[in-house]
Structures are given as structure tokens and as C-alpha cells.
């Protein structure tokens, strides 16, 4: 007799063991590593750094950042923490400022952390990586996409490590779709910012492989109210889509300035097309725009409900503001707890072995996002590829899939090739 499939309900119920699954795994892997019976048990507590915009302008985004963390590090410490210490997170507000990110960055060295996760904006995180690599302070990048940040120092020596899509692999996944709908004459739109300005490059380097260049190209500033004159100038140049790379509610005026043209070409952009500020903001103008995703917010496997049902009952939340912020933060805390359990006894709890640790994590990690079999290596510290990405589209309000076969390849969680 065939397997019937399973009901909403039913999946849900499955989904619902899962955090007991991962009670065990970490419970196993403790035990696995602890101490001999008549060692005195270590109680301190085990100083993890979180940093990221948690108020201001891209609190959307951060928070559900600090979230997805913060629930995995509850779990983690639910199912006896590290050797039995508890994890500790040590949270600072980058307030998505640059200068503010730097100097909070200082304060976690001086805070002794082991390790750090964070950073949602590229142009604040780039103004701390120094920090972090002349500490020998690993930090892993759950949000930043802006392609510099893991490129900054040669990788064999680098303590930057990333969990989210760099804007050199989502921009050719734009590109590709672009050229596959016959939409090759390009109209850009990039703010001023860090992000903007990698972002471009990337964008302009994906077309140039294609013999394509950008039909026109428009730089503003953040905080822009009026682009219809760059929208004209993008028209008359001949374009037949949008690329946006923006990461607030510039996308929003983009939008709502083509609706007042009557101009319809299509929208698309990295993933900060899926943030409210563009989808609450341009309202109707948003419907149809698509976006480079890792995670859209649907119950297509147990451990994507059970994380969707938690963090629901964990926040009292009916809706994720940005649900790849908050599953890559989630990820990311238990790929760092996957790195501590490989540091041999013996070894210092320092920011080189732990490096050394997160390059050669050797249990594989069945996450949200992927399935994480050696995330990291000497030789590479981006742990997403580009068969990780999905195509989602606004719909109703909401992000969904845009192809209907990416629906169905989102049922088998991807590994890194």
C-alpha cells in the first residue's frame, strides 16, 4: 500500500519532534566530549558575541537575525550547552551605523568573546573586520551579502566567515533568470552605500559575462523620496526590467515611482526585495517583483515546520519580518555549537583553534537553510553556493516561490557543491 501523504497538520505534529532530535544530537555529542567523571564541572559560561542592527532603520531585518540566534542558543543550553556551559550571548546594537559597529566590535574583543555572530548591513560590517581578523576572533556573517566581506583577507588566514549568499553568486542568479526571460536590457538602480557599490559590481560583472552591459545605471542616496527622473532616464534608455540593489526603503520608491509612470517592466533584486520596507512600503507596487532567496517561510520538510511552528510560539509572532535573516542567524548558532564540539581535549577554547574547527567541521549539520556537510575549508569561508538559491516572487503581500519547480527541489534541503 502507498504511503498516503501527510496532512498540514500532521507535518506540523512531526515537525514538533524535531527540537527533541536536537536535544539528543547536542545531548550526544556533550557526552561524547566530556570530562572524566571526578573532573570538577566547568559552570562558567561560554561568551558568544551578537551584533546587528536591533533598532533603527534595519531593525526589520536584524531582529529576526537576533532571533533565529537567539532560539538556537536557547535549545543549545536546553540540551546542556557546551561540555556543561552554558552559551552567553553578549548583544550590542550596530543601530545599522558604521562608526557604531566598530566601536561595539572593540567592546566584544575587550568582552572576551570566542567568537562573534553577526552583521546585517556590508557597509558596517566592513568597517569592523579588522577588528575581528587582528583579535583572531572568528565571525560568522549569518545576514551581510556584499562579496568584499569574505574577500577582504586571503582565505587561509581569514576569521571572516559568511552563512548568507554573497552578492557575487545572487547576482548571476538574477542574471541568468534575466537573460532566460529575454530581459537583457537593464536598468540599475544602486544606492551609495557599501552594499549599493558591491552590489553594482557584481551586478555590471554578471552582465559583462553574457557580452550584456546595463542600459543605465542610477546611484542615489539612502533616504531618497523621488527617483521619477531616473525612472524617465531608465525608460528612455530602453529598459526592459529593474535591478535594485538597495537595502531600505529605496525599493519601495523605485516601485511606486514605475507605478506612477504607467511603466511596466519587472522588478527584481537580491533578497532585500523580500524585506517589509519594500513589500509593506510599495504595497501594490510590489506585487509580481522577484527576489534571490535561501528560505521562503513554507513548511516543505519537518525541520523547516518545526523551525516555523518554534519560533512562532518562541516570539508570539504570526509572521517572520525577513524569514532568511532569522533562519541563517538559527543555522549559523548551531554550525559555530558544531565547530566547539570538534576542538579536541587538551585544546585552548581560543580564536584559532576555533577558526581551525570551523574549517573542518566533520559532523554534518541537517539545518533550516541546507544540509551543512563541511560548511567551511582553509580555502573557502562561504558556506552557501548557488544551488542553494531560489527565485521568489511577491505574491498576495507575501514571498512564495516564483518557479513552480523550485517548489518542488525546496522539498530536498541542498548541500554545498
Known amino acids: 500500500m502507498k504511503n498516503m501523504p501527510l496532512s498540514m497538520g500532521q507535518r506540523l505534529a512531526l515537525a514538533g519532534r524535531t527540537l527533541g532530535l536536537v536535544a539528543v544530537v ?24 551578537l551584533i546587528g542592527p536591533f533598532t533603527g532603520p534595519s531593525a526589520d531585518f536584524g531582529l ?94 581569514s576569521y571572516i566567515f559568511r552563512t548568507s549568499a554573497r552578492d557575487a553568486i545572487q547576482a548571476p542568479f538574477i542574471v541568468q533568470d534575466l537573460a532566460k526571460r529575454g530581459w537583457t536590457k537593464v536598468a540599475v538602480f544602486a544606492d551609495t552605500t557599501g552594499y549599493g557599490e558591491a552590489g553594482l559590481k557584481d551586478v555590471e560583472a554578471a552582465l559583462a559575462a553574457r557580452q550584456l552591459k546595463p542600459v543605465h545605471v542610477a546611484r542615489f542616496a539612502t533616504g531618497v523620496k523621488d527617483l521619477g527622473a531616473e525612472l524617465k532616464a531608465a525608460r528612455e534608455a530602453g529598459a526592459n526590467v529593474i535591478v ?20 511596466d517592466v519587472p522588478f527584481v533584486g537580491p533578497w532585500t526585495l523580500s524585506f517589509p520596507f519594500f513589500i509593506d512600503g510599495a504595497r501594490d507596487a510590489a506585487e509580481g517583483a522577484l527576489m534571490v532567496q535561501t528560505f521562503i517561510a513554507e513548511p516543505s ?34 554550525l559555530l555549537m558544531h565547530a566547539l564540539f570538534g576542538v579536541r581535549g587538551g585544546q585552548p577554547l581560543d580564536g584559532p583553534t576555533i577558526k581551525a574547527a570551523l574549517e573542518n567541521i566533520q559532523r554534518n549539520y541537517y539545518g533550516v537553510v541546507a544540509t551543512y556537510e563541511k560548511p567551511f575549508s582553509l580555502d573557502d569561508k ?29 522539498l530536498f534541503v541542498q548541500r554545498k557543491q
Open 64 to 157: 529576526p537575525m537576533h532571533n533565529g540566534v537567539r532560539m538556537a542558543v536557547d535549545e543549545i543550553n536546553a540540551a546542556g550547552g557546551y561540555l556543561g556551559r552554558p552559551l552567553e550571548l553578549v548583544v550590542k546594537d550596530d543601530t545599522a551605523r558604521p562608526d557604531v559597529g566598530r566601536k561595539l566590535a572593540e567592546e566584544l574583543v575587550t568582552d572576551k568573546v570566542v567568537a562573534t555572530i553577526g552583521f546585517c548591513n556590508t557597509g558596517v560590517a566592513q568597517q569592523s573586520l579588522e577588528v575581528f581578523q587582528t583579535a583572531r576572533i572568528p565571525l560568522i556573517i549569518p545576514c551581510a551579502t556584499g562579496t568584499p566581506l569574505t574577500s577582504k583577507y586571503p582565505a587561509a588566514q
Open 382 to 410: 562561504d558556506a552557501v553556493t548557488a544551488n542553494m538559491l531560489y527565485l521568489g516572487q511577491v505574491r498576495n503581500g507575501a514571498v512564495t516561490f516564483a518557479y513552480p519547480e523550485d517548489a518542488k527541489r525546496n
Open 244 to 263: 535594485g540593489y538597495t537595502v531600505g526603503p529605496e525599493n519601495a520608491v523605485i516601485a511606486k515611482g514605475r507605478r506612477a509612470l504607467k511603466w
Open 301 to 334: 520538510n519537518e525541520r523547516r515546520a518545526a523551525f516555523l511552528a518554534n519560533y512562532a510560539r518562541k516570539y508570539s509572532a504570526t509572521r517572520i519580518t525577513v524569514p532568511v535573516a532569522a533562519a541563517q542567524g538559527y543555522d549559523t548558532a548551531y
Open 26 to 49: 547536542i545531548s550526544g555529542l556533550a557526552r561524547a566530549q566530556a570530562p572524566a567523571a571526578d573532573t570538577a564541572p566547568l559552570v562558567n559560561p561560554l561568551r558568544v558575541g
